[in-house]
């Protein structure tokens, strides 16, 4: 890395830190005194809804934040007249804005990274800390199709990984010819298991003298790969997944049949959306000035800011009423996307023409 490099990279850093952390301080500060009245007294807790708030509010603020950072960034460059002496010592348009580009990729790939771990459930936790049910996580009645099989479950328990009250039903053409009852269920080895099953079956031939046969059973596996996470989010309104589960559930509810738009919406929203940032960049780049008397400032700051929110408005907006499973996602949020970036490609050629 030469020593142009560096001195923009750590510039670039120190204004991305700032803003990052002034963004935190103020939307989860803010927050946490609209909600103080309704968290528990337990300190603990307390300390608890602040991180998960702050792991949530990330995902929000850290786009953003790249984004003013490099107004700021450049706007030193240019009232110093910084600018100047880069393309005086040779340098090019590419070496100057490669750092900053290289610096929001690296952040962007770690905001997904985080977002495949168990931390992407961080809204959720928050909520049932305000809410006081952080120590009782249940979802009642769970109904499902996995195969030639419907499930059903009364409660469920993700934390503990178990369920009571299980019913199976086996159908056949458009009949149930199978009930498997059970009082417990817990997941394991990436399936569930029904203990102390009951298997009610009905004869294949209806005869006067035919009856139903029962048989108790130690064990029943159903709904393989099913994790219980997956099933507590499946047919929540509002759901949020990690990228893992959302891309496992993805292919489980495929190959059941069953509406996935919910979950490609998440995955289209974590994995591509926030590269929405980069054209961005790449556009108040090209709308710098090299000399500071002919830079509007005023109108600069004005433009990059409200062009950023404005964006970001638009994918956050698209990706709400797409995660209610109303429209495609691929329609919805990658065509929007990529219609953007095509967008600020052409304008980017264009303004770099002059």
């Not at 450049?74 to 804005?97: D, M, P, Q, R, Y």
């Not at 771990?117 to 809410?131: C, G, H």
């Not at 004869?203 to 393989?224: A, D, F, H, R, Y």
């Amino acid at each position: 890395m030469s020593t142009l490099s560096k001195y923009i990279l750590i510039k670039y850093l120190k204004n991305f830190i700032i803003v990052l952390l002034s963004l935190e301080v103020f939307f989860t500060g803010l927050d946490f005194l609209q909600n103080f009245k309704s968290l528990p007294s337990s300190a603990n807790l307390q300390l608890l809804y602040l991180f998960y708030n702050t792991i949530f509010t990330l995902t929000l603020t850290l786009p953003l934040s790249l984004v003013f950072a490099v107004i700021i960034t450049l706007i030193t460059f240019v009232k110093n007249n910084e600018f100047v002496a880069f393309h005086a010592l040779g340098a090019s348009k590419k070496s100057i804005i490669a750092p900053i580009i290289y610096t929001a990729l690296f952040f962007i790939l770690s905001l997904i990274v985080l977002q495949s771990t168990p931390l992407a459930y961080s809204y959720e936790q928050k909520r049932k800390i305000v809410n006081n049910e952080y120590f009782t996580n249940t979802k009642t009645d769970i109904f499902l199709k996995y195969d030639d099989y419907f499930v059903y479950f009364k409660k469920l328990y993700p934390a503990e990984q178990k369920a009571v009250d299980i019913h199976i039903y086996k159908i056949e053409d458009e009949e149930i010819v199978e009930t498997i009852i059970a009082q417990e269920a817990y997941f394991l080895d990436n399936r569930w298991y029904a203990s102390d099953a009951k298997i009610i079956s009905k004869p294949k031939e209806l005869q006067e003298s035919s009856k139903l046969t029962i048989k108790n059973v130690e064990s029943v596996t159903t709904l393989e790969g099913f994790l219980p996470k997956i099933l507590n989010n499946v047919y929540e309104s509002k759901s949020e997944y990690s990228l893992l589960d959302a891309l496992s559930a993805w292919n489980l509810l495929q190959k059941q049949g069953i509406n996935t738009k919910k979950v490609r919406a998440v995955i289209y929203n974590t994995l591509f959306v926030p590269f929405f940032i980069v054209p961005i960049i790449y556009l108040i780049f090209a709308y710098t000035s090299l000399n500071s008397r002919f830079f509007n400032l005023g109108n600069f700051i004005a433009g990059g800011v409200f062009s950023t929110l404005v964006i970001w408005g638009c994918f956050f907006f698209l990706y709400k009423i797409t995660s209610s499973g109303t429209f495609m996602p691929e329609l919805s949020l990658l065509l929007p996307l990529f219609l953007w970036v095509l967008f600020s490609y052409i304008l980017y050629k264009k303004i770099s023409l002059k």
